[in-house]
């Protein structure tokens, strides 16, 4: 047996032994006689990679007893140590994940049935959370168990380390770190709190709140503030150990699970709010955001699930891709290598990857794109180390840290570099033979009397063989190399007629041994070395060239019809148009507007200014544009259903990627409220926002404006179309529904007393009292009273919009507008009268029972009485056509035109509080117009550019050379996926995300849908 | 059981009462009818400037420009309508208008037997004359409707109604005239509510076609057989598909739905077919056009299917198809909007029709694809006298004010319960 070998065997020997004893277990019986080792290993003339950046050449490694020893060039081996010569190789600290559900069991939840009851309350035993979704009292390693499968799979993708959390709630508990020896759970656990968890995903609750991601949010903020005050003198009251374990875990690091780069956005907006700052776990997506992702400053844990290329053959089926997802396979891959040059902090994760074997693979290709490697082995070690606090245990290879380290056979971020062993916690585990014999050469093979040829090649450790008989004749032959023992068969004769089979060993650079003939007789054989391969034969590949990838720009948002660059501001001059001002001078001919620095600078004839874009409306109609006081569009989710929800902010949730926006801009849509939906009689806060197509959300929110919230009555508060199991929510009646709005009034005002006193004590008793609790709901009902918050209101027929108006006036304020109002007409001058505006439908009805009485003249009928009415939306598609619909007006009910077209203008603005900057052709309001190619009430009416605050972000003149660019975008995307196909790589099936289109009237709710409309 | 029972004594007290604001029937056309000086919009692509339209007994007896032709009105009632704008009654077609009230009201929905395979169940039976709805539609200009039945794999039959009439018989315009197939979807649709986003392949589509096939198979085999011992209601509602008296409308919104929904009934003889939805056409166009299937586009005002899509594809798709030479009509899918038809067509208009044509979408084209092109669709001498008289361009909400309507002569009440909680309120406000 050659030395090597011999090598060889005794480390899969020694894999052997050591599984049944490892490190201190002192507490543990022995079943036998104790075996304790001295664990002590040597590895000489390797390349060591202390850390991610201190290589040392030559090195020598030593461990004991499962941690660093020592590690530096020329020290001295211990006699104890078994020395394992690593010339050639390299070792690098085990990979860390820092976000990883290993050893956890899986989280079994349940579906509730169509037509089941929803539950209100939780239903977890004990002294915890009274909601389900906070789940801040769980420890991972209470459930951790040693999961040899899963360990192995990791371990051979190169980790030594993982943080494992369980994947549920809200607010998740605490993770634990665990090395991933196969060894006892309390060997393996290192840190059994590491890190506390957060998400925006409920997971297995069923209780009916928190149902949508304003919800979530809200409840996390809620819970945050419970907390405090809980520590502050709440847990004098009762026992809440979910609150105790959550104030217990703020001493951890917080992770955060945002599942995309929106939901990194909010996660980091939580955190500010509360002064944490989260690691955050992103989506992969974040070079789609990369700027508002660098702003805030938080640290990433990124997973490298790269998408495959769609299976795009079918040019019908590849219709169903869309533009973001062509351009993301193709992007993704330079996700980390954006964030790198960003200066953002970030670790990788195999989170997400069907197997763990990729995350090497696909970080490789992210070094491709352009990641260095040293940052890239940062992020699989010492990043995530230092994240979990834990730097000084794993990560890399200093005195005292664990023996966490693979051995390579060169630079681990190269296609053809292997992992050999992965030794996690001073333990081997080998992955593959490390001493690879290099047998290529030619041999002259004699068996029993015949002589061959053997030619072997391929690189060491995976030969093949070919066997020629008459120095030409090639025989169909297999070669297998198995410790040190290697095996033969070929086909006897050209013709296959049986085979000859050989097995035997090395014996200096030939081989020998014994074997079969087809009739089965036993004969001896050799092989013996006669020469190299020569270069050609040895099919070494020589690396291309790797050209420069081509890649497609990152365009804003991402998605169809997205910007490469954002719109700006122009100093703009249009000339010579039919201006309907909105103003006493009414709808004026023949005269231009300029618009200066984002504001409508001046209104008059023959206007001109040097430099200025001039747009020729000669023909054309230009308006102030259109605000949609009730729309669902660019929002993430719309309900949540307690019965006031008014701590959900649909701030919260702003999606700005909705394609929606785009469309409605096409439509001269510039500005929109987006509202809370129906589903509670007090709903969530609105979110007022420009249609800035591109920006991120936050930039798209109106500065300054008022803040306004949903609320509504009638058949979505009382659920009557929801089913036969949604009867138990209060209110069902519309008599409930004035109750619960008489005593959500009644709490805020009791809670405003509480904190009046408890803000009147004198300073010293103020210091000993603890503070009553903050409740996010009650502040915003506050701001009800106080008249700094506005009610838009769902409603339908007149006893409901009577019994508000009612309760508005006992509690001295009034409200600001009642939405859809379809039988506001029967109470014109009651509403006059108490000061509210209207907006409505122009002539939607017939979709239930409360709108049986809705009528076409409902906006005349209004208006004539002095209302200030306006025609929203709450539809995506109707949005575009507002014009049309304030038309109707005119149509039903004698409506002038002037007056029509306020009523999707300036007198949305006004219900918005905006009419100071918005909804007229005025001097010194935004400029924030739209120019139409016709009368703007007329259905022939196009919008052609649609402007707000002076930047054009609709121009119907751009729009042909955007789809082509688009179509062309996509062509070249569909060519590259087919070369990969062709080039056998991975596919999956054309799938296409489809957005749902949400009315106020859509709910997920208790796992199933109720969508009336 | 008593709340039960007082709920729906209280409804049908309250539908009773509002049942009674539906307006009367009109009686039959007396003497002849003229109308003078509007301008025509024939439906069939061509507008007569100064029109003189006579009509008498309900069929149209003259269509002449009046600059050329001079009549002696004499026994006439002359309607003057100098400069207004008569158009033929428009067609509603694949509607569930009187077979619905209140869509989230149960009691009030009878559009969708339970059942995949219904082709005997015909909606003509179920027609309500006295729906809330109808002077809505008819306020705008829709005289005709074809009432249909959705749901299931084969919803029903659908029969053609003229929107007067006393009972189901009395507006019976064309009986049965086609059976309603929704095609099997290559792609599934996410169930967004439980968060799903992606749109993905059905797995049961082979399945599901063999089903239909083996129902399509045994319809065949059925019509062949002369007349079996035992008679299957099913079987002879499908009849009407082999011989041509029947339409097959098929539903389908993909691309490789639609060419395979098509070509599906076409290889099982299938006579008589139109495509519904239709969504994705324009991938499609002259497959469309080379096998002369007709496109019911259900829905003008409605977002493009993908996000990718042109933003204006809808609006444009009815001119995209008729250019390609495929013929169009302009329906609704639902009722919620449905008196809204003359602007779906107004929009065609802005997006690539002539005016014309794109009326003729919801006139001409309808009453073919309906096979009652001999009587109505368009304003031609001897065809019913369906007639809308508006002051303005009927298409643009703008100009749409119907003032005067006929159908089959009679001149209908224009006004319903919309009309007169209108006058009820406005008179209260003016009094105080």
Not at chain 1, 154 to 183: I, P, Q
Not at chain 1, 369 to 375: I, V
Not at chain 2, 53 to 73: E, M, S
Request: charged share 25%; proline share 3%; glycine share 8%.
């Amino acid at each position: 047996m050659s030395k090597r070998l011999y090598t060889v065997c005794k480390v899969a020997l020694l894999l052997l032994t050591l599984s049944i004893g490892a490190f201190a277990q002192e507490t543990f019986p022995a079943n036998g006689v104790k075996d304790s080792r001295l664990q002590v290993y040597a590895f000489t003339n390797a390349t060591i990679y202390v850390d991610y950046q201190t290589v040392l050449q030559n090195a020598t490694l030593i461990i004991k007893e499962g941690k660093v020893e020592q590690v530096g060039a020329g020290i001295a081996i211990p006699k104890e140590a078994i020395v394992t010569d690593l010339k050639g190789k390299t070792i690098y600290p085990s990979f860390v994940d820092p976000y990883s559900q290993y050893g956890i069991p899986a989280v079994k939840a349940e579906r509730a049935s169509w037509g089941g009851q929803p539950q209100l309350d939780t239903k977890t035993s004990g002294p915890f959370n009274w909601n389900e979704a906070v789940k801040a009292e769980y420890n991972a390693y209470t459930e951790f168990t040693v999961n040899p499968k899963e360990a192995e799979n990791l371990r051979k993708a190169g980790f030594g380390a993982v943080n494992t959390f369980r994947a549920d709630g809200l607010v998740r508990g605490s993770s634990a770190l665990v090395s991933l020896a196969s060894d006892r759970d309390q060997n393996v656990v290192l840190n059994e709190r590491t890190a506390a968890h957060f998400s925006l995903d409920k997971g297995s609750s069923r209780q009916s709140y928190p149902s949508s991601m304003m919800g979530y949010i809200a409840l996390i903020r809620q819970t945050y503030l419970d907390a405090q005050w809980y520590k502050n003198g709440g847990n004098k009251t009762f026992n809440d150990q979910s609150l105790e374990s959550f104030n217990r875990n703020q001493s951890l690091p917080s992770i955060f699970d945002a599942s995309d780069k929106l939901n990194l956005l909010r996660a980091a907006k939580i955190g500010s709010e509360f002064g944490v700052n989260y690691i955050i776990k992103g989506g992969g997506d974040e070079y789609q955001r990369i700027n508002d992702v660098k702003a805030t400053k938080a640290s990433l844990i990124i997973p490298v699930n790269f998408p495959d290329a769609y299976d795009v053959e079918d040019p019908y089926d590849a219709m169903m891709v869309s533009l973001a997802d062509l351009k993301h396979w193709e992007l993704a891959p330079t996700n980390p290598s954006v964030l790198a040059s960003n200066g953002v902090a970030f670790a990788f994760t195999a989170s997400g990857l069907k197997d763990p074997s990729q995350y090497l693979s696909n970080i490789r290709k992210a070094v491709k794109a352009g990641l260095d490697e040293k940052t890239a082995l940062k992020a699989m070690t010492a990043t995530p180390a230092q994240f979990l606090r834990s730097d000084n245990t794993v990560g890399a290879l200093r005195k005292g840290m664990l023996a966490n380290f693979v051995v390579t056979n060169g630079n681990l971020f190269e296609d053809d570099t292997k992992i050999y062993q992965n030794w996690v916690q001073g333990k081997p585990y080998v992955l593959a033979e490390i001493n690879e014999i290099d047998l290529s050469g030619k041999y002259n093979l004699m068996v029993g009397n015949t002589s061959y040829l053997l030619e072997i090649s391929g690189k060491p450790g995976s030969p093949s063989a070919k066997v020629k008989v008459n120095d030409t004749t090639e025989l169909k032959s297999t070669f297998k190399m198995s410790q040190d023992l290697l095996s033969l068969s070929f086909d006897a004769d050209k013709e296959g007629n049986g085979k000859i089979r050989l097995s035997g060993w090395m014996v200096g650079k030939d081989l020998k041994g014994n074997g079969q003939l087809v009739n089965g007789e036993w004969i001896n054989w050799t092989a013996t070395y006669a020469e190299a391969l020569k270069a050609e034969e040895k099919k070494e590949e020589k690396k291309e060239e790797e050209k420069k990838e081509e890649l497609g720009k990152v365009i804003y948002p991402f998605t169809a019809f997205g910007n490469e660059t954002l719109p700006k501001s122009e100093l703009i001059l249009i000339k010579n148009a039919t201006i309907w001002t909105n103003e006493a001078q009414g709808i004026v001919t023949e005269t231009d507007v300029l618009l200066k620095d984002g504001k409508i600078s001046q209104i008059g004839k023959n206007l001109s200014s040097a430099g200025a874009r001039v747009i020729d409306g000669t023909g054309k109609h230009l308006t102030a544009g259109i605000i949609d006081e009730h729309t669902h569009i660019a929002a993430t989710s719309i309900n949540d259903v307690q019965s006031v929800s008014a701590e959900v902010r649909m701030g919260d949730v702003i999606d700005s990627e909705d394609i929606d926006i785009y469309r409605q801009l096409a439509g001269g849509v510039v500005a929109g409220q987006i509202l809370h939906g129906s589903a509670n009689a007090i709903g969530g806060q609105s979110a007022l926002v420009k249609y800035r197509w591109g920006l991120a959300p936050e930039q798209l929110k109106i500065n300054g404006a008022d803040g306004f919230i949903k609320c509504a009555l009638g058949e979505n508060v009382k659920q009557s179309n929801w089913g036969d199991g949604n009867t138990i929510r209060y209110p069902q009646t519309r008599m409930g529904v004035e109750q619960v709005f008489v005593d959500a009034f009644t709490r805020a005002q009791e809670y405003e007393k509480e904190w009046n006193a408890y803000n009147a004590l004198p300073a010293k008793t103020k210091a000993a009292t603890a503070a009553p609790r903050r409740d996010l709901e009650l502040e915003t009902l506050l701001e009800i009273l106080r008249k700094k918050r506005f009610i838009s209101c769902h409603s339908y027929v007149q006893s409901e919009i009577n019994m508000l108006m009612k309760v508005a006036e006992r509690f001295d304020f009034r409200i600001n507008t009642f939405t859809h109002i379809l039988e506001g007409y029967k109470l014109a001058d009651k509403m006059a009268e108490h000061g509210v505006a209207a907006s409505t439908f122009a002539d939607w009805w017939a979709y239930k029972m409360e709108v049986r009485e809705a009528i076409p003249y409902n906006a005349a009928l209004m208006n004539g009485e002095g209302v200030v009415t306006a025609i929203n939306s709450d539809d995506a598609e109707m949005a575009r056509r507002l014009n049309q619909e304030a038309a109707k007006t005119v149509k039903y009910g004698g409506v002038s035109e002037e007056e029509a077209w306020k009523m999707v203008t300036l007198n949305p603005a006004k219900m918005l509080h905006l009419d100071n900057r918005m909804g007229s052709i005025k001097v010194g309001k935004d400029a924030d117009v739209v120019l139409w190619s016709d009368n703007p009430l007329s259905i022939y009416a196009k919008a052609e550019k649609t402007i707000i605050d002076g930047a054009v972000y609709f121009d119907i003149e751009q729009e042909q050379a955007k789809r082509t660019a688009l179509e062309q975008e996509k062509a070249r995307l569909i060519q590259k996926m087919l070369d990969v196909k062709k080039a056998g790589g991975p596919t999956q099936r054309p799938a296409m995300r489809q957005k749902h289109m949400f009315h106020c009237e859509d709910v997920i709710y208790h796992s199933h849908a109720e969508n009336l409309d | 059981m008593k709340q039960l029972i007082s709920t729906i004594l209280l409804a049908s007290v309250a539908l009773g009462n509002l049942w009674a604001q539906v307006p009367q029937p009109a009686s039959e056309q007396q003497k002849p009818i003229a109308i003078t000086g509007a301008v025509a919009h024939l439906g069939n692509g061509k507008v007569i400037e100064n029109a003189l339209v006579t009509f008498d007994k309900g069929k149209l007896t003259l269509v002449a420009d009046a600059r050329v032709v001079r009549v002696d009105l004499s026994g006439h009632e002359v309607i003057e309508a100098n400069g207004k704008h008569l158009y033929p009654g428009l067609i509603l077609a694949n509607t569930e208008l009187g077979l619905l009230e209140v869509e989230s009201v149960r009691a009030t929905r009878d559009y969708s037997e339970t059942g995949d395979y219904n082709p005997n169940v015909r909606s003509i039976i179920a027609y309500n004359t006295d729906s809330e709805l109808i002077p809505t539609l008819r306020y705008n200009g829709i005289l005709l409707a074809q009432v249909t039945p959705k749901g299931g794999t084969i919803s029903g039959s659908s029969s053609v109604v003229a929107l007067d009439g006393w009972n189901w018989e009395d507006a019976a315009y064309a009986y049965d005239e086609g059976i309603h197939m929704g095609w099997v979807n290559t792609y599934q649709r996410p169930r967004w509510w439980l968060g799903e986003t992606q749109i993905k392949k059905n797995e049961n589509y082979e399945a599901q076609v063999r089903e239909i096939e083996q129902f399509f198979n045994d319809a065949k085999a059925y019509a062949n057989a002369g007349k079996p011992k035992t008679v299957n209601l099913k079987m002879e509602a499908m009849k009407g598909l082999f011989d041509g008296s029947k339409t097959l409308y098929i539903e389908a919104s993909y691309a490789k739905d639609i060419v395979s929904g098509i070509q599906f009934a076409q290889a099982m003889g299938v006579k008589k077919i139109v495509l519904k939805g239709g969504e994705q056409a324009y991938r499609v166009a002259d497959f469309l056009k080379e096998n002369a299937i007709p496109v019911v586009l259900a829905n003008v005002h409605r977002l493009p299917s993908s996000t990718d899509e042109d933003i204006d594809m809808p609006y444009k798709l009815a001119a995209d198809l008729t250019k390609a030479g495929v013929m169009v009509v302009i329906a609704y899918d639902g009722l919620q909007s449905s008196r809204n038809l003359p602007f779906f067509a107004g929009t065609a208009a802005a997006y690539g029709l002539d005016k014309e044509q794109a009326l003729q979408l919801i006139t001409l084209n309808p009453a073919k694809m309906l096979g009652i092109e001999s009587r109505a669709g368009s304003i031609e001498v001897g065809k019913d006298a369906h007639l809308i008289l508006s002051s303005g361009d009927l298409l643009d909400m703008r100009g749409n004010n119907v003032e005067a309507a006929f159908i089959n002569g009679k001149r209908i009440n224009l006004d319903g319960k919309q009309q007169m909680l209108y006058q009820r309120f406005k008179e209260k406000f003016e009094q105080e």
